[in-house]
């Protein structure tokens, strides 16, 4: 890194943050702290919810999914704008009706105490592990790319956002991150732009789509229904709608984002903006993707992007085997390299069989590539058995890295910082408010004056920072468990959506009911994840079903008044 | 005080217009009048009509 790329992403670090500060300047009551007074409008929410949602590796790893896999990703987004229309007509106007700080404090008017305590507690942990996580897996790449002191990478990002977010509270996250989100999508924007100019001379942006095309890079819709495979439009639509749902529905660090609307109106306009924006949003990060995978097509990539783990094997006893697989890459690249170039000729010149015999050469050529790639991984895998899998996650970075000129780098390493911090941010104010809200407030030590729980709420966010960041520095010593970690998400949103689609619509069915249908409902998705092959996406399609089932299930089998309290009429809503 | 205060125009207008009247106003707004219908109609053919050029797409530069 150059010093203007210091300067650039030092200043704009500083300056998020000192804005942070300000503009949550002067806070002394809760509704102020955790809710921003509820005064923010749609553009506000709109912003502070899709910047919650998209973190560091959104912007790092969505383009090398590109490079690898293709576009379908896009897919898992499609349920999102229909989750975000059945949340505006349900859930948002709940919440505000009922004047909620979280989404947990809801469950107790309708299941009583336990369940509010338990979903909570729930949460703290999902929330808590899947945030040190925001900090963890962007450190670990910027730090492998840049030789950078990982621990001292997470615990620079840490310690900036547990600043802002602890003095300022919502407000700050909020309105920092409308910021941070724009920064990081002009950081984007910037790369595509530079690996289309990057192109050889001869090559534009048209014959780089359709060379991407017939790479197998444009794979945006995929029709075919298939449990086993994680990405098609049936499992987008069905199981994207579920996670939507659970995420934005259930999980505090988003239902906070949009409590802060002013009335209804903006909370739903923030939400459906979302929807709106977040497809074609994702289509672009991935075409980012696809772009680099094109500009690869005629400047040589590395054979593996993890820069540690590529010298840590020609260290090794494995050296000559790796070298083997770097001249086999090299002969691979020059030959796919003619051909890609061969292909932009007889497509420009409408040659429509040529284009098809240059297309298959080239696919050809892909697939050999591919696996000398395959194997170079077995081989790094072999030498580290703790080394990533695929190398994805580095292609954005390397590609950064290489080829923008000074101060670009800085400003695509301050929008991947941003990202990493807005995401870190809302996960900490929103393990706050719960540890506060539904915790302290409700169970430890109710009836203190507003101003002692905002002193309370500032040091649970000290505190939930500092468990983060201790998180992150020992992640890095788990190896495979990370893995296990990221997936904690996908065993309980189904269930938990189970439990607020019953709450919102099943009104006669009560709390130990619903405890029950939704143990019932984690066994099911255990069993699923376990025993069978189907893809994670579908996972919380079986949750929420079978927890809705179940709980109708043991309500109806119970005796009446077996059960205790008697079922509580849902809030209207509108 | 002033029985409307603190309502939009359009939500009074929303309002006026009762629920159940309107076109689409019976899926999403049986109960809550101020609902922004149009737009969540919006939001649902927008993701349609991405989906049919995706899909376009794909098959186009396949």
């Not at chain 1, 929330?127 to 040190?132: F, V």
């Not at chain 1, 909020?174 to 990057?198: C, F, K, V, Y």
Request: aromatic share 12%; proline share 3%; charged share 15%.
């Amino acid at each position: 890194m150059r010093p203007v790329d210091w300067v650039v992403l030092c200043a704009t670090l500083a300056a998020i943050v000192l804005y942070g500060m300000w503009k949550g300047r002067r806070q002394d009551r809760l509704a102020q702290f955790l809710l921003a007074d509820r005064q923010m409008q749609w553009y506000t929410v709109a912003l502070s919810v899709m910047a919650t949602q998209a973190s560091a590796i959104t912007f790092l790893s969505t383009p090398g999914q590109a490079y690898t896999d293709g576009m379908r990703f896009v897919q898992f987004y499609l349920g999102l704008p229909v989750a975000m229309v059945i949340l505006s007509v349900t859930a948002v106007p709940i919440y505000h009706n009922l004047k909620v700080f979280t989404a947990y404090e809801y469950l107790e008017t309708r299941f009583g105490l336990g369940m509010r305590t338990v979903t909570a507690i729930l949460f703290l942990i999902q929330r808590g592990l899947g945030t040190a996580m925001t900090l963890f897996a962007p450190a670990l790449i910027v730090s492998l790319v840049l030789g950078w002191n990982i621990h001292l990478t997470t615990l620079v990002i840490g310690v900036l956002v547990i600043l802002y977010t602890a003095t300022g509270g919502t407000k700050a996250v909020s309105w920092t991150q409308t910021h941070q989100l724009l920064i990081a999508l002009g950081g984007m924007a910037i790369a595509m732009i530079i690996a289309i100019r990057s192109l050889p001379t001869g090559v534009g942006f048209t014959d780089a789509v359709r060379v991407a095309g017939k790479m197998g890079r444009m794979n945006v819709i995929d029709f075919t229904f298939d449990l086993t495979t994680p990405y098609n439009f049936w499992s987008g639509l069905f199981g994207g709608l579920m996670v939507a749902l659970a995420y934005f529905g259930t999980d505090q660090s988003q239902v906070q984002r949009y409590l802060t609307g002013e009335t209804i109106r903006q909370s739903r306009l923030g939400l459906l903006f979302n929807g709106l924006v977040k497809v074609p949003m994702q289509f672009f990060i991935l075409f980012v993707g696809a772009m680099v995978f094109v500009f690869y097509q005629f400047v040589a990539p590395p054979l593996s992007f993890n820069p540690v783990q590529r010298e840590k094997v020609r260290a090794s006893a494995y050296a000559e085997e790796f070298r083997g697989l770097e001249a086999e890459h090299a002969r691979t690249f020059e030959a796919k390299r003619i051909a890609a170039t061969e292909l932009v000729a007889a497509m420009n010149a409408n040659d429509a069989a040529a284009v098809e015999e240059k297309s298959v050469a080239l696919q050809t050529l892909q697939k050999s590539y591919d696996s000398t790639r395959t194997a170079a991984s077995a081989l790094i895998r072999k030498n580290d058995p703790r080394a990533d899998k695929a190398d994805t996650d580095y292609v954005f970075l390397t590609f950064v890295m290489q080829n923008l000129p000074p101060g670009l780098v800085g400003v695509l390493l301050a929008a991947i910082f941003c990202a990493a911090m807005s995401a870190t941010a809302s996960g900490l104010n929103s393990l706050a408010s719960t540890s506060v809200v539904d915790v302290w407030k409700r169970l430890l030590l109710p009836g203190r004056a507003d101003h002692e729980y905002v002193v309370v709420s500032k040091w649970m966010t000290v505190f939930w920072g500092a468990f983060c960041i201790a998180f992150a520095l020992y992640a890095n010593q788990l190896g495979s468990l990370i893995e296990a970690v990221n997936r904690v998400g996908s065993f309980f949103y189904g269930t938990m959506l189970a439990i607020f689609l019953v709450a919102f619509y099943v009104k006669w069915v009560r709390g130990q009911a619903m405890l029950l249908g939704a143990i019932v409902a984690e066994i099911a998705v255990i069993l699923c994840a376990v025993y069978s092959n189907m893809a994670w996406l579908w996972w919380n399609v079986v949750g929420c079903v079978v927890g809705v089932i179940a709980a109708i299930v043991f309500e109806a089998i119970t005796p009446s008044g077996a059960t205790g309290s008697q079922p509580v009429e849902s809030p209207p809503t509108g | 005080m002033k029985r409307n205060a603190g309502v939009s125009p359009a939500e009074r207008a929303a309002s006026r217009r009762g629920p159940g009247t309107g076109a689409g106003r019976s899926l999403f707004s049986r109960r809550d009048a101020s609902a922004p219908t149009r737009l969540y109609y919006a939001v649902l053919i927008t993701l349609a009509v991405e989906v049919i050029l995706f899909y376009v797409f794909t098959r186009m530069l396949a």
